[in-house]
């Protein structure tokens, strides 16, 4: 109160703090104004669409140790769909979607990979998008680019990453990718690194009460530029050089695919100020949708 006059309090405003906003991936509640879950770090723009626009979208992961790609090959991806209108379009919600797509593109573009994922997972781009395909119901989708190192971490020591394990017992569909060219080069720790994912996949108690039997696996191997009969034949490569995870998938995920992809046509080794770097010398993205594209349909059918 001044002297002059009356001052309203700004109090009322606190009200609105009561009321608890619950993250889409692990139903923590927070903050009606928090940009991060304050419990596992995901975007509360997330749920904030599901909610305003009553949508209900099935999430999808792509696993794999460090290192196998995930980030490259989701990058390319996201990009080649939001240019495309066959066989499948891909349409970002919230500008926080289009950051994946971004990072990756414009690493590429500058002929260099895009740096690791960092294991923080305040730091992890998140894509939610609406894939449109000619005479079917559009299909909303939530897609991660998580970390291979977190991912390893909670695998290896299960409730040190909540975000992980929460969105992974919500997922409807896996993309699980795979080094090819260290597996080509009989490099095992690939085989078994990627046999844990599945393990820890397995075991865990899903929120869909779908058991692994019943939804859709694509096995993706990457960078089968370096090793062509990959692209031609992936299951045959599946049983020769990851003898572990083919009979995992055999055994434990009745509905699986194995996919060859390719985003770079092929690459060296540049002398840096931090020793060798990686680079691609062409980009020529081969087989990248199918995968993705196989996993859709599955979903939707
Ligand atoms: N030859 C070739 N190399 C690739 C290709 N994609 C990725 N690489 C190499 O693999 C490295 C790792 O790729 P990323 O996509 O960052 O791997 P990631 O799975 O996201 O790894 P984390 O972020 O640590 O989980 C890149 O830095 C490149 O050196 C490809 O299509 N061809
Ligand atoms: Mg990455
Ligand atoms: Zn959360």
Redesign the pocket.
């Given at each position: 109160m001044r002297a002059s006059g009356v001052v309203l309090l700004d109090s009322y405003r606190l009200s609105q703090y009561a009321e608890s906003a619950p993250c889409y991936i692990c139903g923590g509640g927070n903050n009606f104004d928090a940009e991060l879950c304050r419990h596992c770090f995901a975007p509360m723009a997330l749920a904030h669409q599901a909610t305003s626009q009553k949508l209900h979208p099935k999430m999808i992961a792509?696993i794999?140790?460090?290192?196998?790609?995930?980030?490259?090959?989701?990058?390319?991806l996201t990009d080649m769909l939001s240019r495309q209108l066959e066989p499948m379009q891909m349409l970002s919600r919230g500008a926080f979607s289009i950051g994946l797509q971004q990072t990756?593109m414009s690493a590429l573009s500058r002929c260099e990979?895009?740096?690791?994922?960092?294991?923080e997972p305040d730091r992890w781009n998140w894509v939610h998008c609406q894939v449109l395909r000619r005479k079917h119901r559009p299909v909303e989708l939530i897609l991660p680019?998580?970390?291979?190192?977190?991912?390893m971490e909670e695998v290896e020591h299960p409730h040190t990453y909540p975000v992980v394990r929460a969105f992974l017992a919500k997922c409807s569909g896996v993309l699980v990718?795979v080094?090819a060219?260290r597996l080509g080069r009989g490099e095992s720790e690939e085989d078994f690194q990627t046999m844990k994912l599945i393990s820890y996949l397995c075991e865990l108690k899903c929120e869909t009460k779908q058991s692994w039997g019943s939804r859709p696996v694509s096995v993706v191997f990457?960078?089968?530029?370096?090793c062509e009969n990959c692209f031609e034949d992936p299951h045959t490569f599946a049983r020769q050089h990851s003898p572990g995870l083919y009979q995992q998938c055999r055994e434990r995920l009745p509905k699986h695919r194995f996919f060859g992809?390719?985003?770079?046509g092929?690459?060296a080794f540049r002398s840096g100020h931090f020793g060798r770097v990686?680079?691609?010398l062409r980009i020529e993205?081969r087989g990248i949708v199918e995968p993705f594209r196989w996993l859709v349909e599955e979903l939707a059918a």
């Open positions: 792509a794999g140790p460090s290192g196998a790609g995930k980030t490259v090959y989701l990058g390319m990756t990979f895009p740096p690791k994922t960092p294991s680019d998580l970390a291979g190192e977190a991912l990718m080094d060219a990457t960078k089968a530029d370096e992809v390719g985003v770079a092929a690459s990686h680079v691609p993205p």
